[in-house]
């Protein structure tokens, strides 16, 4: 085959398949003859070729462009980004009324007016004023002590597992309390840890103590002290990802682990499911050791949260709007949930329907003898938490579903379900 006509299936192949769209500019013919290592008299044939079958056109003083229009591939593009999830039961969206975005967006255009600060990147640890201001916040809000050069902020609890498994040794175990937390089990299985879900003897436990399991089971405070004892005794470390604490609206409030440790646990925290999930900005709190660990080696890593949602968030906390935002929440949750659950039950009457201790699923078990896939063909994304002998256990969040749709969801869902 001649190198021309290499070239001219390359290009040919990436704009049939969408990799190049009409109007996309292609490499000049100097450009392309050092990409692919040719003469520029080859690409010009390559190039004279595409645009006598109309695959490009050269434009004057302006280079060569797509110009097939590829309806097939873009009436698929356009498929897969219209296949939306209607009904999304897993909680990973937020109510539109949940969050005042006109004042998050005035505290935005303030942090922007810094422009001096802004012409630098951010402390690695993160800002130092927010950091200052976090302390203050988990001291009186959950009696958290902790310095700010304790705090190490970062965009997403992923980011903050990552950093932490850098700083554990690799020879330990890890445990997590179900199979259910995905995420956190692929970071520490991908930095070469062994992980075990309820494993007493592990090394590392991991635990949300308000969002125990995808049931939404609640830690008890006597097996909280347990929990942290045992650790003290056998040199364990625990992981407490508070999540979801904040939500809790009808439950006894529950003493941080951190607050009841012995130096042995690291704190975690997050903004975004109470703000907005892509507003992405958690915290974590780092015992002594691991922050001695860590400002060694600082220069290993570098900030992801961006530096003008910090500063904007810092004056956020500061000015009160974070206490009145949690007790908004708590409200809106807790009430959307015991709504859908007097929904559900009459919907379903012969369900097994019941609320979780933290207040914001919804169980479901109900007879059932389609395949799951029916759930997606309804627009609706949900956790199945269990399906045998005709009988389906789903776990529902309506969190993310505006009050007003939620009769409509439920009826959509017994229309997949009978």
Known sequence: MKKYSKLYNDIKEQIITGQLSHGDKIPSVRDAAAIYC??????????FELCADGYIVSKE???????????????????????????????????????????????????????DRLLTYSQTQGEYDLRCAISKYIREKRNVTASPDRIVIGAGVGVLLNILASLFEKDKTVSFPD???????????????????????????????????????????????????????????????????????????TPALFTLGHGNVIYIGSFSAMLLPGIRISFMVLNKELAEIFNKNKYKFAQTASKTEQIALCQYIRDGHINSQTRKIRRLYSNKTKNFYSILKNEFPNANISISENTLQIIMSVKFDKDIKVFEENSISLFVE??????????????????????????????AIN
């Open 38 to 47: 040719v003469s520029t008299t080859t690409v010009q044939n390559a190039y």
């Open 386 to 415: 269990k399906y045998e002998n005709g009988v389906i256990t789903i776990v529902l969040s309506p969190s993310g579903i505006p009050s007003s749709k939620l009769l409509k969801a439920a009826k959509t869902l017994k229309k």
């Open 179 to 253: 199979k259910s937390f995905v995420q956190g089990i692929g970071i520490f299985q991908d930095n070469g840890f062994k992980v075990h879900t309820r494993d007493k003897n592990a090394d590392i436990i991991y635990v949300s103590p308000s969002h125990m399991t995808r049931w939404g089971d609640v830690m008890k405070n006597k097996r909280r002290l347990e929990l942290v004892e045992y650790s003290f005794k056998n040199n364990s470390t625990v992981i407490e990802d508070d999540y979801e604490n904040d939500f809790m609206y009808n439950v006894k409030p």
């Open 61 to 115: 003083k302006s280079g060569y462009f797509v110009s097939i229009f590829n309806k097939e591939n873009q009436s698929q593009n356009i498929e897969e980004n219209e296949v939306k999830t209607e009904y999304n039961f897993c909680g990973e969206s937020a109510d539109p009324e949940s969050f005042d975005v006109s004042l998050w967006q005035r505290y935005i255009k303030n942090a922007l007016r810094q422009k």
